[in-house]
């Protein structure tokens, strides 16, 4: 138990030592929901879907979580390039263990990101149907946060190097991102793209924390809180399991 | 305490290790001596259970790392070739994350953290981070770290790569103390012949994957007909320069380099 601790208080130490990182990793959140959502509010507005600030917020607040957190379990490939990682996989602890302390604190991490996004959402004029719903909210900030954590396992642990990165980020995280749901709402879409975003695990996410926080009166969910909820326990739980399973195969 | 038998590692056409046989005793300081590319850190990549060897037994302790992984990591310590620190971590965090994972009691963590630091000259820079620190002081440091659990085997893979004199001299006579003291077992790579001569009991010889001779250092200069380890030891492998090609970690390495501008 005290291995998980350790590597999880690692991670958020390396979090909170890196300030200019946070402050770097805000910019793209709030040029999402400043720029997009003050600049698309009247055509939304037209439209019939109530305020697009409002309908935004809850996915700006996803994309960081999933950025943060998938890129916590990329950061493998950074501890395999600085030696680190061969520290903790000579060390006598099963690597479940180092896993699961990673990953925890890779989550750990993300979520805080989110609840930054989420203040700066708040500030900037962002009101939800009920403060009372934001622990709801946060429930799914951290269930966002252990999926794809665990999807940054499976890939950090499957990557050799950096060139890698790339390939993961236009292929994987760009399209996770932007089929999820996140900047358009998924009623009403055709036959192939409410395939496709059915598919990606954050639109369950994303829709979750819609639906937890905007009023009914506008925000219609494409999938329901329950079925949100059950799709991401699911897949977060099997996607932990492989992860785990590639990190105990990792040589060096 | 360690037993090889035909220890055999390919990767794809390349054979890095082949039909590599040895036993080290209890107690036991044990060179292993080659040319840069000869299969040193592969080997001990595969004795401390971060490889899958293609072929062969190993056995640590009587137990097979690739069956019993956890129980053999425990019964071993290991000072890496290449850099393994955390460098977001201050010199002390990386002695406690590893005293946490090695499970050494709370107690007995801080106090020989405490005295290792000491030891190694770092007990001043305790609190800053290791990526501040100059090569020395990192190799110091993951030397200092290896000794912070009593290991039943030690591995040191070139550790006295980048030391000056005095650090190389404290580092030497720390080993042959916990040797003697508690008989550690030794298994150490390095390119200074000299260090071998003084510190080992018995020592390996190994070229292009496969081992040439082993023995007491006076047996191996017996044998070849030479007065000092370093003559036998060109004599047996040649005097061709090798070169390793980058592997894919060092070009990684380069690159991330570049792309932190050097802030690590």
Redesign the interface.
């Known amino acids: 138990m005290?291995?998980i601790?350790?590597?999880w208080l690692?991670e958020l130490?390396?979090y909170t030592?890196?300030r200019a990182q946070i402050v770097a990793s805000l910019g793209q959140p709030m040029l999402y929901l400043l720029v997009l959502g003050f600049g698309l509010n009247p055509v939304f507005k037209r439209a019939g879907y109530g305020s697009y600030f409002q309908f935004i917020a809850p996915g700006v607040i996803g994309m960081s979580v999933l950025f943060s957190s998938i890129f916590s379990g990329l950061g493998l490939?950074?501890?395999?390039?600085?030696?680190?990682?061969?520290?903790?996989?000579?060390?006598?602890?099963?690597r479940i263990q180092i896993m699961i302390g990673r990953t925890l604190g890779g989550s750990t991490v993300a979520v805080i990101q989110g609840l930054l996004v989420l203040t700066i959402c708040l500030v900037s004029g962002f009101r939800p149907a009920s403060y009372s719903t934001i622990p709801l909210a946060i429930g799914f900030m951290v269930l966002i946060a252990l999926l794809f954590a665990a999807l940054g396992v499976v890939f950090g642990s499957s990557l050799?190097?950096?060139q890698g990165m790339q390939l993961i980020m236009n292929f994987i995280v760009l399209p996770i991102y932007f089929l999820s749901g996140a900047m358009f709402p998924l009623t009403d879409q055709g036959k192939i793209l409410g395939f496709v975003t059915a598919l990606d695990p954050l639109s369950y996410g994303v829709d979750g924390m819609r639906s937890v926080l905007l009023s009914s009166t506008f925000f219609r969910p494409a999938f329901g809180p329950a079925l949100d909820l059950a799709v991401l326990v699911v897949v977060g739980t099997i996607l932990l399991i492989f992860g785990a399973y590639r990190f105990s195969k990792i040589?060096? | 305490m360690i037993q090889v038998r035909n220890l055999a590692k390919t990767f794809g056409s390349f054979s890095a290790v082949s039909d590599v046989s040895f036993d080290v005793a209890e107690g036991e300081i044990f060179a292993f001596l080659g040319p840069n590319g000869a299969g040193k850190t592969t080997t001990i990549?595969m004795l401390?259970?971060?490889?899958?060897p293609s072929g062969g037994q190993i056995q640590l302790d009587g137990l097979d790392p690739q069956t019993h992984q956890?129980?053999v990591?425990?019964r071993?310590g290991?000072v890496?070739q290449?850099?393994?620190?955390?460098?977001?971590?201050t010199a002390w965090?990386n002695m406690?994350?590893?005293g946490?994972?090695?499970?050494v009691p709370h107690k007995t963590r801080r106090h020989r953290a405490e005295e290792l630091l000491k030891l190694f000259e770092l007990w001043d820079r305790r609190n800053d981070?290791v990526k501040k620190f100059s090569g020395g002081m990192k190799r110091r440091l993951e030397i200092a770290r290896g000794f912070l659990h009593t290991p039943k085997i030690l591995f040191l893979d070139e550790p006295t790569l980048g030391l000056d004199p005095q650090s190389r001299n404290q580092l030497w006579t720390h080993v042959k103390g916990v040797n003697e003291s508690e008989r550690v077992t030794v298994f150490l790579t390095t390119h200074y012949m000299d260090e071998a001569d003084r510190v080992a009991h018995r020592v390996g010889i190994i070229d292009h994957g496969k081992l040439v001779t082993q023995g007491t250092p006076k047996e191996i200069k017996e044998q070849t007909g030479t007065q000092t380890l370093e003559d036998a030891f060109l004599k047996l492998t040649g005097s061709t320069i090798r070169d390793e090609s980058a592997s894919?970690?060092d070009?990684?390495?380069q690159?991330?380099k570049m792309?932190s501008g050097g802030r690590?």
Do not use: C
């Open positions: 005290n291995a601790y350790i590597l690692r130490k390396r030592r890196s490939l950074w501890d395999r390039q600085f030696g680190f990682l061969k520290e903790t996989l000579v060390a006598p602890v099963p050799q190097d950096m040589e060096i | 990549k401390t259970t971060l490889l899958k956890n129980q990591r425990q071993f290991i890496f290449d850099p393994s620190l955390d460098g977001d971590l965090e406690e994350v590893h946490v994972l090695y499970h981070q894919s970690t070009q990684m390495r690159f991330a792309w690590r």
